[in-house]
């Protein structure tokens, strides 16, 4: 999809910005006379494994005879050597010598530095909004996807104290994923607006309970469970975002629930869904939950079911 002139003059206008950023940073950085890209070379051959004059030109994607021109003015200044390869004698590995890491921890050093200057004034909220960009921004143009082997349970918060802007940012979540993944127009969203506002009304935390999962301090998986009576619950709002689906956040924030449900002494717990949401289905079914009562209905833009599911909980 072509992007339109809009975006490109947005694109265009971070890109003067942060190059005026890195250029004012690289004139401290560079004191030793390296360019920007000489800089990047010696960080790669200094952190990547059984490093190659190939390798190097696919990570960097600098011109190979403007990387041979570096790899030799490397050598003359002795910061790197070369090894032949065993396995391939037309192959040579790359590696720093003494001198070379000497240097490289002196650059880190002096980057560490700038950045830190950097970001220095900011409150520590705003550092991190600046750091979560610039990684959201590196896993886009990289074709990443954030639920990537990389991440790990140690990567997701879960907590269940609510925060000003969760519920805001919980409707707008919502609104947007089940647009895209179902095509309910603007009523369910509205339904959802109304939903909150009702539970934020009478919200009692001693019988009501929301389970959020985050990421990087953003909000990627919900469920709630609201006390109807003194022996039965509703569980609502259960929402996964797709980027993050596999990685078992809807089976904990399920258990999460049903473990609050048990805690207070609810006896039964009961949903309201479609039949358009087979995936959160499948998991109600293994989490225990039976269907118990289906009906016809049009509306958010939609011909579907909904459907009530229930589930007895014992001690």
Request: glycine content about 8%; aromatic content about 10%.
């Given at each position: 999809?072509s992007a339109s002139?809009a975006?490109i003059?947005?694109v265009r206008?971070?890109?003067?910005f942060y ?6 940073l690289n004139q401290h950085?560079?004191?030793s006379?390296?360019s920007?890209s000489?800089v990047?070379v ?5 952190h990547m494994?059984?490093?190659t004059?190939g390798?190097?030109i696919?990570?960097t ?5 403007y990387l ?7 050598e003359k ?6 090894k ?5 004698g037309?192959t040579y590995f790359?590696?720093l010598?003494?001198k070379g890491k000497?240097?490289?921890?002196s650059?880190?050093e002096?980057s ?8 220095h ?7 991190n909004?600046v750091a979560?960009a610039?990684?959201k ?9 954030p639920?990537s082997?990389?991440?790990?349970s ?6 269940e104290?609510l925060l000003p802007?969760d ?5 707008y979540?919502?609104?947007q994923?089940?647009?895209k993944e179902?095509?309910y127009?603007?009523e369910?969203?509205?339904?959802v607006c109304k939903t909150?506002h009702e539970f934020?009304q009478?919200?009692?935390p001693g019988?009501?309970r ?30 996964v975002?797709p980027?993050f ?6 089976k904990?924030?399920l258990?999460?629930?049903i473990?609050?449900?048990r805690e207070?002494?609810?006896q039964?717990v009961?949903l309201?869904t479609?039949?358009m949401?087979?995936t ?8 225990g939950?039976?269907?118990t009562g289906?009906?016809?209905l ?9 459907q009530?599911?229930?589930?007895t909980i014992t001690n």
């Amino acid at each position: 999809m072509s992007a339109s002139p809009a975006l490109i003059k947005e694109v265009r206008q971070f890109n003067r910005f942060y190059t005026g950023v890195v250029g004012l940073l690289n004139q401290h950085i560079l004191d030793s006379r390296l360019s920007l890209s000489e800089v990047r070379v010696l960080y790669e051959i200094g952190h990547m494994e059984n490093c190659t004059a190939g390798k190097l030109i696919e990570r960097t994607h600098i011109d190979g005879g403007y990387l041979s021109r570096i790899v030799k003015a490397f050598e003359k200044e002795g910061w790197i050597t070369r090894k032949k390869s065993a396995a391939d004698g037309r192959t040579y590995f790359l590696h720093l010598s003494l001198k070379g890491k000497k240097l490289l921890d002196s650059l880190d050093e002096k980057s560490n530095a700038e950045i830190g200057q950097l970001l220095h004034p900011l409150p520590e909220a705003q550092q991190n909004t600046v750091a979560s960009a610039m990684k959201k921004i590196q896993q886009v143009l990289e074709g990443e996807h954030p639920a990537s082997d990389d991440i790990t349970s140690s990567d997701i918060v879960f907590r269940e104290q609510l925060l000003p802007g969760d519920v805001g940012y919980l409707i707008y979540l919502h609104g947007q994923l089940y647009a895209k993944e179902t095509g309910y127009n603007l009523e369910f969203e509205s339904y959802v607006c109304k939903t909150f506002h009702e539970f934020l009304q009478s919200y009692n935390p001693g019988k009501d309970r929301l389970f959020l999962a985050t990421y990087q301090e953003q909000i990627i998986g919900a469920v709630a469970i609201l006390g109807s009576s003194r022996h039965l619950a509703q569980l609502r709002w259960f929402l996964v975002h797709p980027d993050f689906r596999g990685l078992g956040l809807g089976k904990k924030l399920l258990t999460n629930a049903i473990d609050f449900c048990r805690e207070k002494n609810y006896q039964k717990v009961y949903l309201l869904t479609t039949s358009m949401q087979t995936t959160a289905i499948d998991l109600y079914k293994k989490a225990g939950f039976h269907k118990t009562g289906e009906k016809y209905l049009e509306m958010w833009g939609q011909h579907l079911y909904e459907q009530r599911y229930e589930l007895t909980i014992t001690n």
